[in-house]
């Protein structure tokens, strides 16, 4: 059998509660996981991203929040008009309460916890504690190289934990600092729903999944969905750099925020294929 290695892009384009999408690609093929921004953006920050011809072959939609999927009716008619039909997976949970004005062509219906294969894409769909009916992260291996996108969640899991200790990047929810939340400006019930455990993650339980899950083939970690009111990346990398300080990796793992307004630069990881 002969190996031979092929770099893996990982290119966050958005993040944040005002849309998210990532693009995972080995210049053979290739996926967008989430469209919670208008495709313009998600079209022009991948061309500003120098992946302009990079393929995608699928678009991964985690749950039905607008800042998910926002995009999915309108860039699938875009990726169609520019030469190929693209699937677009999610949960029948995710597709029930999409709403339907976003609703993409082409939808192919996954289940939690069951891998598939977008050509030579292993995709696994990872069940998240989130307030929606089914949602899910992923993780996307090429070759010997896991990527991970976790982010909408309310707790860390040990099946998440599990999942990122193999990963050579991931891009990890950081969203809320604990007393910034408290003492911010949200209602009452809607901070209740962020602390809750079907909300998202603050920074000290982002920390307890990374201390769980961070394994020796991680080069990189992008800290994502970062509340514009209730963080700072301050504070959300303070966070990370200690856990990482902690296993002796800080200086080893190239660790970063991703942007709500502009594409980050590419991260590159080789994987090793057969
Ligand atoms: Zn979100
Ligand atoms: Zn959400």
Known sequence: MTLFTRDVTVCVLSSGSAGNATYIGDGRAGVLVDCGVATKQILGRLEAAGLVDAPIDAVLLTHEHKDHVGAAGVLSRALRKRGKAVPFYCTAGT????DPRCCPDGLEIIEAGTPFRVR???????PVPHDVRDPVSYRVIVGDAPVAVVTDLGKPTALLARALRECRAAVLEFNHDEDMLWNGPYPYHLKQRIRGNHGHLSNTQAAQLLADG??????HLILAHLSEENNTPQKAMSSARTVLDGAGVLGRVNLQCALQHAALAPVIVAARVC
């Open 120 to 126: 030579h894409l292993i995709v696994e769909p990872l």
């Open 214 to 219: 961070l394994g020796p083939r991680l080069d």
């Open 95 to 98: 597709r029930d309460g999409m």
